[in-house]
């Protein structure tokens, strides 16, 4: 017989009580949360893969715009299709989440067997995080001049 108290079998602690449908509940939650995360962290090579398709169209479509201005209009009203912004938005999130994930894994990597690691840790991504927007800025200020 199983016993209520037995250490081999935890499922059988709880018999009597009432609320193991509201643990179980909030245990299902728990496991689907990063269940959902990493699923779509794998989605995310897709969406680089639509963004490079969508940028060598558009070099294809410059690159045959001496012939004249027709390919280079198609490619501006084939990135203003609404379906097109979507998959570009959908991108672009995809992009910063896999980006937040890996600013913050980064210290656990890092600073595996330190003892300040929280503290290094937080200044590795406010570091990062400085970086990423200094280098857009100055993309962007190189696109606009």
């Known amino acids: 017989m199983i016993k209520k108290n037995n250490d081999n079998y ?5 018999l009597n009580n009432n609320n193991t449908g ?3 509940k909030i245990t299902s939650l728990q ?3 990063p269940l959902f995360l990493s699923i779509i962290d794998k989605l995310t090579p897709f969406s680089m893969i639509w ?12 690159y ?5 201005q027709d390919e280079f209009y198609r490619f501006i009203f084939f990135l203003q299709s609404p379906v097109v912004v ?20 980064m210290p656990k990597i890092i600073f595996k067997q330190n003892i ?5 840790g937080y200044l590795l991504i406010i570091g990062l995080w400085g970086l990423t927007i200094l280098l857009s800025y100055c ?6 001049k």
Do not use: E
């Open 64 to 68: 045959t715009n001496r012939m004249g």
């Open 139 to 144: 993309l962007l200020l190189l696109i606009i």
């Open 51 to 62: 963004v490079s398709l969508v940028l060598m169209y558009g070099v294809i479509c410059m």
């Open 86 to 105: 979507v998959l570009n938005c959908i991108a672009l999130s995809l992009a910063l989440f896999h980006s937040i994930n890996w600013f913050r894994l």
């Open 10 to 14: 935890p499922a059988n602690n709880d």
């Open 116 to 120: 300040h690691k929280k503290k290094q």
């Open 31 to 33: 496991t689907k949360q």
């Open 22 to 24: 509201t643990q179980s």
